[in-house]
Structure formats: structure tokens, C-alpha cells
């Protein structure tokens, strides 16, 4: 081989081998690039200044005189010092407090529980280490005068600001040196001296080297013609204080002060935080409004306020008082006043049960109050505080006399901004918290309305008349001559099957379209005329329902033309059948389903996607073994409702959400953010339309939102959770919408006790719940679903006939009347009134129970009429 020839394949050789080099360094040298840019764009980010923010303290300038807003029926007189006053309801000249009367001589209370005390309003700020402090308007705005009043010519605004101001003293902040050898010239020795080693002595050209000559005359430009003395920074309160009372003495005049204030520039920081919120108090009619607009609450970033408590003490009750608060526990619950159970825990509940936008790891007990409402009565008068804009971040709280402090107080506490925790790895053991950024153009709005009665039926009735008075196109007395009855039928339910080996989940039929026909006749055929049929598990893979962007029947269950006849046989007796929708969640689903995750699950706080789990009741962790589902995106929710809410009426049948009216979440989307309040509006109108369309509609619970358009409620839970603090269990909310809307407890038969279930019904006026299938619990086995067991229909059917015949024939003619009185006669035993003078005693006792020559046997209920 040449020499010419080796040398030009070595240079082929080299050239490939260097080629070969350069692309092995493309990737790295772009990876490398891209970290470089991001390295220098992180540190100009971080280095940009940041806007500084600013909380301007308000000043009170008035003249101390009462303010008072007064109409035909109610006067508001606040005191312009403390902007606490007092209401008076001119019915009955009842007057109730805004705070707690007397409260700043509590003998048991500390200092910090005074200021709550006499507080129109609490406000609770966070930090991203999860701290919480609390911040009183008493001690922290109006002992200080750092607030404002306005009156209209309807309303009454106080703006606060709240928190640690440093309070203004008249002494000299920077006074020429021969003014001040004036004022000191009249003090003794000992008094001279001790006011000049508050103060420095400055000549501009005269300085020492720390001395920065720019930054003094910036701030003080008098210094350029005078010698000044300049108050020393980090002085105490008391020293300023007796500074004052010497200046005073020699004649130191507020003007002076002003006149010396001007010659100083310098700018004072407050270290401490300070907060800015408004109250707007209006008179409407017999009712007193309380607002709270979003866009007043002012705070730096660095302590958002996450909670706030408006009139926390409204109405409490001392120890010499008698009285109870209501609380909206199942159907209401009473708390007395001075109950003495100071061992047991204040009561506490979300309304409207909890945001699972929220994220939580574990689960212990869940609150769920869907009543927007709670009061206090003092035995002779009473109001109740309805809960409107807003609604959606309350919780409420309640709690007796003799811990923290002597009063008996029932109150909302609003959630405004939501935190949940980052998980920051294990290098570090400290937590840091993530807050809701920006509030949302909303509004807190309390009404409170005054019943010249201390009766809770009586305020149940007034309860009543608003619902009437703001939905009197939605909520008429209906014309009920019989028992409502709701009866669940469980169409399919996953089941996981070997296919060719293969584990496969796949629809197991229990009562298929035309065994759901035939169970409906059947049902007719034997008394039941006033008939709501919820169909569950009809679609989409079964009662947990697939994602419902389509909507699909199953074939185990039959054919659409079977579908279509069992709605037809429906209709044609008279039934209500309502198909079953699952619309907030998505189970089980995938591409094939039209679910994305990424695109269809909403955002906890934390910007993760709202993955969400079942909990254990023995660990209060996920349980194990189960599948994940996710929570929707708000919008999603909606559009998937009304998707299935179209096909369902497109079968000729009516709608039952599953969760729309019962549970409401936001949405932390970053690009779509749902607050819990324009969710819960969001779900208002879709059941608005749906039933200013024509459509039946029947939802769970009910949250109070959803009641004026739904025309039956089941698993109502008329009792709630009986904690102990809790004195007696009241039917407050079904007084209230007794006659106007149907509604039906649990189901009988699944509800672990069907005995108290049906007691339950007839002391809280309800209607009756079933559930049933056709085909055998044996089935069941290995599957999720132990809840049906109890619905056979050919294990339960004759029992159910009986309960029903019952039932009906004695309190068929109650459905279409009003409630009119309720007592509970005994721990074990109450008697429920209607309008037209039945009397229905329920004695849930094992023994029998006599009154004025009426016996009530154990464990059961007698109508007389």
C-alpha cells in the first residue's frame, strides 16, 4: 500500500473519529447550556427587587358619639370607641349584644380570651412553617383607634386595621437643640438629663466617621441649617411615655408635635404584621345583614389570612343565663347553655362537608352539615343566623361555659384561604405550607333574623318562611295524600373474572333492565302509589360509574330497547324513575373512556392532580388493595352533568346525581381556578336549569344550595352524629321543608338498624327507603359491594310490604302538611305535631311509655289523631 494511500485512509479515520467525538458532546453540551440558562435566569428572578408591600393603617377621627342605624323594626346602636353595639328588636324590646356582655371582667378567662370576647371580629393568619396566630379587632384595632366608620344612609362600614401598631406618642421625633434647651430648662436636673440621653445631638458639620452625612440629611433636611436632636431608635413604651408626660409639663403642645413630625422623613418599619378588613351592617326588614367583602382583607404575602370569624360572640349566653344554641347536626341539635360538660370537645362541622380539593393522608371522621343555618335562644327569644354568600368556606362552631372562658357561644368560622403541606424530602425535618395566593371577587354575607320566640320549632318556621319568601317559584306545598317511598334499585356492580387466565374486571348484573320493569309492577301492584325509583348501576360498568363523558348501557343488564321499555312501564304507572349519575369523579377510567388525567382531574392546593382515596375505618389511612379515583375538574363536573342529565332524559326518565348537592370541592387549577363558592353556584344553576327544564331531579343529603330544585331527597341524615357535648336531637330542618319537598332517611333495610331507621322516619316526618335487587346476595361474594346483602327483594320483599302498609295507613295523610310542634318528651321519647292536630309519639326506649292515658309501646311509634 502506498505511503499516499495510508495517509489519506488515516486522515478518513481521524476525520470519523472526531465527528464521532462532537456528537457524543451535542447532548451534554446542550443539557449543560440549558442548566446554565436556567442557573442565570433563577438568579435574576430571585434577585429582582420586590415590590414592597404596603397595609395602610386606618385612624379613627370621629368624635366617640354613638353611631345608629334604626328602621321600622330593628335599632343598631354601635359604639364608635369599641365598634361593638347592640341590637334591639322592637317587638319584643329584646336587646342582643354583638359581643360577649361583661366579657372583659370574665373571672376565668385570660387577657387574650377577653380581647376574643369583646371582638366583632377574629381574624387567623398563617405562616409556610403551618403556625397559626390569632388577631382580635378589640385589642389589636379599637383600643388603639387604628379604624374607621362610615355611615350611609343604609349602612354602617367599620374598616379595621388589625395588629401590633407602634402607638403614637406626643414627643419631639427630631427638634432643634435650642428649642429643646428651652423646654428642658423649666425641668429639674434629674429630668433634663434623663431626656437627653433618649435623644442625639446632630450637626451636619460636625459628624463621625459612622455618621452617613447623605442618609441624614435625606431624612432630616433641617439638619442642613440646624443642629438637631434626633430620638434615638429601639425605645420602649414606657420610656416614651414618661418622655411624653415631661414634654407635656413644659408646655410641648400637640401642634408642636405635628410641626416637628414634618421636619421627619425618615420612613418607620413595623415589623409586626398588620391586617386590613371591613364589616358592612344593614338593616333589611327584620333582619340584620353582615358582610364581609373579599376585596377589603389586605395582608403582605408572608402572612396570608387563612380563616376568619365574623361576631363570634353574637348572642352568648353567660352563667346565670338559660338558653341552648342550635346547631345544624342532622337535622338540628340543641347544646344548653351551661350543660356542664366541660370534659367534651366543642362541637365542630364543615358545612357541606369537606373540600377534597383539599388533600388529606388520612381519615379519623368526616363533618358534613348541610344546613346553612344555626342559632340561639334564650328561652323567651331566640335568632337564627342564615349563612348566604359564602356559605361554602363556613364551619361551625360551638361550645358551653366553663373552659376557656364563662360563655355559651355558637358561631361560623370562614376558610378563605386553604393551606396544604409540601413534601420537602427527607433532607429536612421542617414542614412548609403552600396558601391559596389570590382571593376571588366574593363576599361573606350573615343574615340574622329575630324570632320574638325562644322555641326551636319557632325558628324553625321562620327558617321556613325565608325559603319561601326567596324561592316562591321553586318551593309550594305539595298535595302528597300518601307515604313517599324511594327505592333504590342496584343494576350492576364490577366483579373481577378470570378470562383466559387473565383477571378482568367486568359488569356483574343484579337486577337487569327488564327484572327492574317487572319489580316496579310488582311494587304498584302491591299499594305503593307514591313511588320514586333510583336506578343505580344502569350504565357506564356499574354502580361505580365509569367516567360520564359518554354515556354507555350494559349489555349483561340488557339492550337499549330494554332500557327504554322499563322507563315506558314507568310512566305509564305513575313512578318516578330516576336514573343514577356519577358526575364529580371518575372511576376505573382511561383513554378508552375519554379520561385524561391531565386534562380532566382538578388540582389539590399543592398543584398535584386530586388523586383521591377510600379510607380505612381500623387504620384512617387508604385502604389497601383498592384503586385510586380521581376528583374532576370543576367545569368538567358540570359538563359531565348535564351530558348525563341529556341521555337520561333522552331514555324518558329523570335524574339522580349521586353527588351533585352533596359534595363540593374547588378546583386549584392554576389556569381555571374554581373557589368552593362559584362550584357551589356552578352546581345551583345546572339544577336550576335542569328543573326549569322540565326534569325530575333527586340528589342525596341535600346541601341547602340544592333544595329549592330537587323534588326528592334521600339518605337524609336526620340524626347526625349524636357527639356528647350535644343535648338533644331536634327536627329543625325538616320542620322547615316539610310538605315542600319529599325526603327519606337511609334505607331501611341496609342501614344496619331498620328498627330505629323507621323510627327515625316517623319522628322526623320522612318518607321510606329501600334498597333491592333481584338477583341473590350470594353473588356478592368477592366483590367490594357487603352493602347490598340486605337487598333482596325475595328476602325483604314481605317485610318491606308490611313496614310500608303501616307506615302509610297511619301517616299517609302527614306528607302534604306543615310540622307544627315537636318535644322531646323524655330522652327516649317525642312527640311530632302537624297542622291538622296529629300527634306522632315515638318512644325509642325498651320500655313502654304512658302520658295523660296514651301508651306508647317500646321501640315503636303511635299516631293519634
Given at each position: 500500500m502506498s505511503r499516499k494511500h495510508y495517509s489519506e485512509e488515516r486522515k478518513q479515520e481521524i476525520r470519523n473519529a472526531v465527528k464521532k467525538e462532537l456528537k457524543a458532546l451535542i447532548?451534554?453540551?446542550?443539557?449543560?447550556?440549558?442548566?446554565?440558562?436556567?442557573?442565570?435566569?433563577?438568579?435574576?428572578?430571585?434577585?429582582?427587587?420586590?415590590?414592597?408591600?404596603?397595609?395602610?393603617?386606618?385612624?379613627?377621627?370621629?368624635?366617640?358619639?354613638?353611631?345608629?342605624?334604626?328602621?321600622?323594626?330593628?335599632?343598631?346602636?354601635?359604639?364608635?370607641?369599641?365598634?361593638?353595639?347592640?341590637?334591639?328588636?322592637?317587638?319584643?324590646?329584646?336587646?342582643?349584644?354583638?359581643?360577649?356582655?361583661?366579657?372583659?371582667?370574665?373571672?376565668?378567662?385570660?387577657?387574650?380570651?377577653?380581647?376574643?370576647?369583646?371582638?366583632?371580629?377574629?381574624?387567623?393568619?398563617?405562616?409556610?412553617?403551618?403556625?397559626?396566630?390569632?388577631?382580635?379587632?378589640?385589642?389589636?384595632?379599637?383600643?388603639?383607634?387604628?379604624?374607621?366608620?362610615?355611615?350611609?344612609?343604609?349602612?354602617?362600614?367599620?374598616?379595621?386595621?388589625?395588629?401590633?401598631?407602634?402607638?403614637?406618642?406626643?414627643?419631639?421625633?427630631?427638634?432643634?437643640?435650642?428649642?429643646?434647651?428651652?423646654?428642658?430648662?423649666?425641668?429639674?436636673?434629674?429630668?433634663?438629663?434623663?431626656?437627653?440621653?433618649?435623644?442625639?445631638?446632630?450637626?451636619?458639620?460636625?459628624?463621625?466617621?459612622?455618621?452617613?452625612?447623605?442618609?441624614?440629611?435625606?431624612?432630616?433636611?433641617?439638619?442642613?441649617?440646624?443642629?438637631?436632636?434626633?430620638?434615638?431608635?429601639?425605645?420602649?413604651?414606657?420610656?416614651?411615655?414618661?418622655?411624653?408626660?415631661?414634654?407635656?409639663?413644659?408646655?410641648?403642645?400637640?401642634?408642636?408635635?405635628?410641626?416637628?413630625?414634618?421636619?421627619?422623613?425618615?420612613?418607620?418599619?413595623?415589623?409586626?404584621?398588620?391586617?386590613?378588613?371591613?364589616?358592612?351592617?344593614?338593616?333589611?326588614?327584620?333582619?340584620?345583614?353582615?358582610?364581609?367583602?373579599?376585596?377589603?382583607?389586605?395582608?403582605?404575602?408572608?402572612?396570608?389570612?387563612?380563616?376568619?370569624?365574623?361576631?363570634?360572640?353574637?348572642?352568648?349566653?353567660?352563667?346565670?343565663?338559660?338558653?341552648?344554641?342550635?346547631?345544624?347536626?342532622?337535622?338540628?341539635?340543641?347544646?344548653?347553655?351551661?350543660?356542664?360538660?366541660?370534659?367534651?370537645?366543642?362541637?365542630?362541622?364543615?358545612?357541606?362537608?369537606?373540600?377534597?380539593?383539599?388533600?388529606?393522608?388520612?381519615?379519623?371522621?368526616?363533618?358534613?352539615?348541610?344546613?346553612?343555618?344555626?342559632?340561639?335562644?334564650?328561652?323567651?327569644?331566640?335568632?337564627?343566623?342564615?349563612?348566604?354568600?359564602?356559605?361554602?368556606?363556613?364551619?361551625?362552631?360551638?361550645?358551653?361555659?366553663?373552659?376557656?372562658?364563662?360563655?355559651?357561644?355558637?358561631?361560623?368560622?370562614?376558610?378563605?384561604?386553604?393551606?396544604?403541606?409540601?413534601?420537602?424530602?427527607?433532607?429536612?425535618?421542617?414542614?412548609?405550607?403552600?396558601?391559596?395566593?389570590?382571593?376571588?371577587?366574593?363576599?361573606?354575607?350573615?343574615?340574622?333574623?329575630?324570632?320574638?320566640?325562644?322555641?326551636?320549632?319557632?325558628?324553625?318556621?321562620?327558617?321556613?318562611?325565608?325559603?319561601?319568601?326567596?324561592?316562591?317559584?321553586?318551593?309550594?306545598?305539595?298535595?302528597?295524600?300518601?307515604?313517599?317511598?324511594?327505592?333504590?334499585?342496584?343494576?350492576?356492580?364490577?366483579?373481577?373474572?378470570?378470562?383466559?387466565?387473565?383477571?378482568?374486571?367486568?359488569?356483574?348484573?343484579?337486577?337487569?333492565?327488564?327484572?327492574?320493569?317487572?319489580?316496579?309492577?310488582?311494587?304498584?301492584?302491591?299499594?305503593?302509589?307514591?313511588?320514586?325509583?333510583?336506578?343505580?348501576?344502569?350504565?357506564?360498568?356499574?354502580?361505580?360509574?365509569?367516567?360520564?363523558?359518554?354515556?354507555?348501557?350494559?349489555?349483561?343488564?340488557?339492550?337499549?330497547?330494554?332500557?327504554?321499555?322499563?322507563?315506558?312501564?314507568?310512566?305509564?304507572?305513575?313512578?318516578?324513575?330516576y336514573l343514577d349519575a356519577i358526575t364529580n369523579y371518575e372511576f376505573n377510567s382511561n383513554l378508552f373512556h375519554g379520561f385524561f388525567p391531565y386534562r380532566d382531574a382538578a388540582k389539590?392546593?399543592?398543584?398535584?392532580?386530586?388523586?383521591?382515596?377510600?379510607?380505612?375505618?381500623?387504620?384512617?389511612?387508604?385502604?389497601?388493595?383498592?384503586?385510586?379515583?380521581?376528583?374532576?375538574?370543576?367545569?368538567?363536573?358540570?359538563?359531565?352533568?348535564?351530558?348525563?342529565?341529556?341521555?337520561?332524559?333522552?331514555?324518558?326518565?329523570?335524574?339522580?346525581?349521586?353527588?351533585?348537592?352533596?359534595?363540593?370541592?374547588?378546583?386549584?387549577?392554576?389556569?381555571?381556578?374554581?373557589?368552593?363558592?362559584?362550584?357551589?353556584?356552578?352546581?345551583?344553576?345546572?339544577?336550576?336549569?335542569?328543573?326549569?327544564?322540565?326534569?325530575?331531579?333527586?340528589?342525596?343529603?341535600?346541601?341547602?344550595?340544592?333544595?329549592?330544585?330537587?323534588?326528592?331527597?334521600?339518605?337524609?341524615?336526620?340524626?347526625?352524629?349524636?357527639?356528647?357535648?350535644?343535648?338533644?336531637?331536634?327536627?329543625?330542618?325538616?320542620?322547615?321543608?316539610?310538605?315542600?319537598?319529599?325526603?327519606?332517611?337511609?334505607?331501611?333495610?341496609?342501614?344496619?338498624?331498620?328498627?330505629?331507621?323507621?323510627?327515625?322516619?316517623?319522628?322526623?316526618?320522612?318518607?321510606?327507603?329501600?334498597?333491592?335487587?333481584?338477583?341473590?346476595?350470594?353473588?356478592?361474594?368477592?366483590?367490594?359491594?357487603?352493602?347490598?346483602?340486605?337487598?333482596?327483594?325475595?328476602?325483604?320483599?314481605?317485610?318491606?310490604?308490611?313496614?310500608?302498609?303501616?307506615?302509610?295507613?297511619?301517616?299517609?295523610?302527614?306528607?302534604?302538611?306543615?310540622?307544627?310542634?315537636?318535644?322531646?318528651?323524655?330522652?327516649?321519647?317525642?312527640?311530632?305535631?302537624?297542622?291538622?292536630?296529629?300527634?306522632?309519639?315515638?318512644?325509642?326506649?325498651?320500655?313502654?311509655?304512658?302520658?295523660?292515658?296514651?301508651?306508647?309501646?317500646?321501640?315503636?311509634?303511635?299516631?293519634?289523631?
Open positions: 447532548f451534554p453540551l446542550i443539557v449543560t447550556g440549558l442548566l446554565a440558562a436556567a442557573i442565570v435566569f433563577i438568579i435574576n428572578y430571585q434577585s429582582a427587587p420586590k415590590e414592597e408591600e404596603i397595609i395602610e393603617v386606618r385612624a379613627y377621627d370621629g368624635d366617640g358619639n354613638d353611631v345608629v342605624l334604626e328602621n321600622d323594626s330593628l335599632k343598631l346602636t354601635m359604639d364608635a370607641t369599641t365598634t361593638n353595639f347592640d341590637l334591639t328588636v322592637k317587638s319584643s324590646g329584646k336587646v342582643w349584644h354583638s359581643c360577649a356582655a361583661d366579657g372583659l371582667n370574665d373571672p376565668l378567662a385570660i387577657n387574650e380570651e377577653k380581647n376574643k370576647l369583646m371582638s366583632p371580629l377574629i381574624l387567623c393568619y398563617g405562616t409556610d412553617a403551618g403556625l397559626d396566630t390569632y388577631y382580635d379587632s378589640y385589642s389589636l384595632s379599637a383600643v388603639n383607634g387604628i379604624y374607621e366608620i362610615e355611615q350611609g344612609e343604609d349602612y354602617i362600614r367599620v374598616d379595621y386595621s388589625i395588629g401590633k401598631v407602634a402607638k403614637e406618642f406626643i414627643i419631639p421625633p427630631i427638634i432643634e437643640a435650642s428649642r429643646l434647651d428651652d423646654l428642658i430648662s423649666t425641668m429639674s436636673v434629674t429630668d433634663r438629663e434623663n431626656v437627653k440621653q433618649f435623644y442625639k445631638k446632630y450637626d451636619i458639620n460636625n459628624l463621625k466617621k459612622k455618621d452617613n452625612k447623605e442618609e441624614l440629611l435625606a431624612n432630616y433636611p433641617i439638619l442642613e441649617t440646624q443642629i438637631c436632636y434626633i430620638l434615638r431608635d429601639g425605645l420602649k413604651d414606657t420610656a416614651k411615655k414618661s418622655l411624653q408626660k415631661q414634654f407635656e409639663a413644659a408646655g410641648y403642645t400637640y401642634e408642636d408635635y405635628l410641626a416637628d413630625k414634618e421636619n421627619d422623613l425618615s420612613e418607620k418599619t413595623n415589623e409586626n404584621p398588620v391586617f386590613n378588613a371591613s364589616l358592612i351592617y344593614r338593616l333589611d326588614g327584620d333582619d340584620l345583614i353582615v358582610e364581609m367583602p373579599f376585596d377589603s382583607l389586605e395582608s403582605k404575602s408572608e402572612y396570608p389570612i387563612s380563616t376568619v370569624n365574623i361576631l363570634p360572640y353574637f348572642g352568648a349566653g353567660g352563667v346565670e343565663d338559660e338558653g341552648y344554641m342550635l346547631v345544624p347536626e342532622g337535622g338540628g341539635s340543641l347544646i344548653r347553655f351551661n350543660n356542664g360538660r366541660t370534659s367534651q370537645n366543642l362541637y365542630y362541622s364543615n358545612l357541606y362537608g369537606w373540600d377534597m380539593a383539599i388533600e388529606r393522608k388520612a381519615l379519623v371522621h368526616s363533618t358534613l352539615a348541610s344546613m346553612n343555618v344555626y342559632g340561639i335562644s334564650d328561652t323567651e327569644n331566640s335568632f337564627i343566623c342564615i349563612m348566604e354568600d359564602g356559605s361554602s368556606y363556613a364551619s361551625i362552631q360551638a361550645d358551653i361555659s366553663g373552659k376557656t372562658n364563662s360563655y355559651n357561644y355558637v358561631t361560623a368560622i370562614y376558610l378563605i384561604k386553604p393551606r396544604e403541606k409540601y413534601e420537602l424530602g427527607q433532607q429536612t425535618n421542617t414542614d412548609m405550607y403552600v396558601y391559596l395566593e389570590d382571593l376571588p371577587e366574593e363576599k361573606i354575607v350573615k343574615r340574622y333574623s329575630f324570632v320574638d320566640s325562644g322555641d326551636y320549632v319557632d325558628m324553625a318556621k321562620d327558617y321556613r318562611q325565608y325559603l319561601l319568601e326567596k324561592y316562591p317559584e321553586y318551593l309550594t306545598e305539595n298535595t302528597d295524600t300518601s307515604v313517599p317511598v324511594a327505592i333504590e334499585m342496584v343494576g350492576a356492580v364490577d366483579k373481577v373474572k378470570q378470562i383466559v387466565g387473565v383477571p378482568v374486571s367486568r359488569p356483574l348484573a343484579l337486577t337487569t333492565y327488564k327484572e327492574a320493569e317487572d319489580l316496579i309492577g310488582e311494587l304498584k301492584a302491591n299499594g305503593m302509589d307514591n313511588l320514586s325509583v333510583k336506578y343505580t348501576g344502569w350504565c357506564n360498568g356499574g354502580v361505580k360509574q365509569k367516567y360520564g363523558k359518554h354515556v354507555h348501557t350494559i349489555g349483561a343488564l340488557g339492550s337499549r330497547k330494554d332500557l327504554e321499555s322499563l322507563t315506558a312501564k314507568a310512566e305509564e304507572l305513575g313512578v318516578n324513575l389539590f392546593l399543592s398543584r398535584k392532580r386530586a388523586e383521591l382515596y377510600e379510607f380505612s375505618d381500623v387504620t384512617y389511612s387508604a385502604r389497601e388493595g383498592l384503586k385510586s379515583y380521581f376528583l374532576l375538574h370543576g367545569d368538567t363536573i358540570i359538563d359531565t352533568a348535564n351530558t348525563m342529565a341529556s341521555s337520561i332524559k333522552g331514555y324518558g326518565a329523570n335524574v339522580s346525581f349521586q353527588d351533585i348537592g352533596h359534595d363540593l370541592s374547588s378546583d386549584f387549577y392554576r389556569k381555571d381556578y374554581t373557589s368552593r363558592d362559584e362550584a357551589m353556584n356552578m352546581q345551583a344553576a345546572l339544577l336550576k336549569n335542569l328543573h326549569d327544564g322540565g326534569s325530575r331531579i333527586m340528589v342525596n343529603d341535600c346541601n341547602a344550595y340544592a333544595l329549592p330544585y330537587v323534588d326528592m331527597i334521600t339518605n337524609m341524615d336526620l340524626r347526625g352524629s349524636e357527639y356528647t357535648i350535644l343535648d338533644e336531637c331536634v327536627p329543625f330542618y325538616q320542620i322547615a321543608i316539610h310538605g315542600l319537598v319529599d325526603y327519606t332517611g337511609f334505607t331501611v333495610n341496609t342501614s344496619g338498624n331498620s328498627e330505629e331507621a323507621i323510627l327515625y322516619a316517623a319522628e322526623y316526618g320522612a318518607g321510606l327507603q329501600f334498597s333491592l335487587m333481584k338477583e341473590s346476595p350470594f353473588t356478592l361474594q368477592k366483590t367490594l359491594y357487603t352493602q347490598y346483602y340486605a337487598s333482596d327483594y325475595d328476602s325483604w320483599g314481605e317485610e318491606m310490604y308490611r313496614i310500608y302498609n303501616r307506615f302509610n295507613s297511619e301517616l299517609g295523610h302527614t306528607y302534604n302538611q306543615e310540622i307544627t310542634g315537636h318535644e322531646n318528651l323524655t330522652e327516649d321519647v317525642s312527640m311530632t305535631t302537624y297542622e291538622d292536630g296529629t300527634r306522632v309519639y315515638v318512644n325509642y326506649g325498651f320500655g313502654d311509655y304512658s302520658l295523660d292515658g296514651v301508651t306508647v309501646p317500646a321501640r315503636d311509634y303511635l299516631v293519634v289523631r
